[in-house]
């Protein structure tokens, strides 16, 4: 089955520490996004990336890195500058990001801060 | 990008029709009406967009106002796997997805 994979469901995070939120996708789409949600909020975007080696800055990129080495696969780091990092991470996947297209989320990545 | 204003929650019995309502008034002419949900500790996951007409297909219909500053995403038989958050997106071209806060439904058995 073509779909989103993310991982881990649970991630655990020490003070100073980065880690590393993994997404891969099967589904030969070519932009590739990641989503922050705090409890009973909405969701907003951290950073996208339209095709592979390029990714652009979304609303709340401050203390988060990416990259975009293959098209399967959009890795994000929360860093240590991230000082509230607990949230719930989705990763997503479209066709392109021009024309609207149909964003395929994956089951999410839950980030608590020990 | 367009505001949108929509309840907060809703409740609807199972088995019988929901009316998820949203504002847009400020929707641009070639604005795209998208519909997604998130059903609890999931992703948000596609129901159905439209521009101008209403639509159909097999989880939903949307029903778009003639002067395009409402529409109303219609569940015609709720399951209790329907309670989820249903999130109204206004999105033209090139742009990125906003999701707000969105309607949390309940589903009663």
């Known amino acids: 089955d073509g779909g989103i994979t993310q991982s881990p469901k649970y991630l655990f995070r020490k003070e100073g520490q980065n880690v590393t939120l993994s997404c891969e996708q099967n589904?030969?789409?070519?932009?590739m996004y990641w989503y922050r949600q705090d409890p009973g909020q909405g969701l907003r975007l951290i950073y996208y990336?339209?095709?592979?080696?390029?990714?652009q800055k979304g609303d709340i990129a401050e203390g988060y890195s990416v990259s975009r080495e293959k098209k399967e696969s959009f890795p994000l780091t929360v860093t240590s500058a991230q000082k509230n990092p607990t949230a719930f991470y989705l990763c997503?996947?479209?066709?392109?990001?021009?024309?609207?297209?149909?964003?395929?989320f994956g089951p999410g990545t839950r980030l608590l801060v020990l | 990008d367009a505001k949108t204003t929509q309840p907060n929650s809703m409740e609807s019995n199972e088995e019988e029709p929901v009316h998820l309502p949203c504002n847009h008034s400020?929707?641009?002419?070639?604005?795209?009406i998208h519909w997604y949900r998130q059903l609890p500790s999931q992703g948000p996951e596609y129901v159905i967009h439209g521009l101008t007409s209403n639509v159909n297909n097999r989880m939903a219909s949307l029903a778009i106002a003639e002067d395009r500053k409402s529409s109303t995403l219609i569940l015609h038989r709720a399951t209790l796997r329907d309670a989820a958050v249903y999130y109204c997106i206004p999105l033209n071209y090139g742009q990125n997805f906003v999701f707000g806060p969105g309607t949390r439904l309940s589903v009663l058995p």
């Open positions: 997503a996947s479209s066709m392109d990001t021009k024309y609207q297209e149909t964003q395929y």
């Open positions: 400020t929707i641009s002419g070639t604005d795209y």
């Open positions: 589904l030969n789409h070519d932009a």
């Open positions: 990336s339209q095709i592979v080696n390029d990714f």
